[in-house]
Nanobody
């Protein structure tokens, strides 16, 4: 089970930090990621991190503004979002995979319920 928190309303240029805590069968996690879905759009990859070595990957539009990190003892992954833009407005989903760090949506086996991020201009 994945539980996200940290979404909210922020002005453009502001920051938010999303958290995702995993419970249950966390011993077999290989990678965790964040996806987002804006109204009327497909769910898209944002960032991912390897659960072992911590290798990170980012979508080009968030690189340099967002940082993904993890805390293994608490099974928590974070997404620090800085310099937010109105186009970052979306529901953000945490996902975990038993087999990949970065991959297709169907390669992520567990999903959170989503947390809404709204960036006003």
């Amino acid at each position: 089970q994945l539980v996200e928190s940290g979404g909210g309303l922020v002005q453009a240029g502001g920051s938010l930090r999303l958290s995702c805590t995993a419970s249950g069968r966390t011993f077999n996690m290989y990678g965790m990621g964040w996806f987002r879905q804006a109204p009327g759009k497909e769910r898209e990859f944002v960032a991912a991190i390897g659960w072992g070595y911590g290798t990170t990957y980012y979508q080009s539009s968030v690189k340099g503004r967002f940082t993904i990190s993890k805390d293994n003892p608490t099974n928590t992954v974070y997404l620090q979002m800085n310099s937010l833009k109105p186009e970052d407005t979306a529901i953000y989903y945490c996902a975990a995979s038993r087999t990949v760090v970065i991959g297709r949506r169907d390669e992520y086996h567990y999903w959170g319920q989503g947390t809404k991020v709204t960036v006003s201009s």
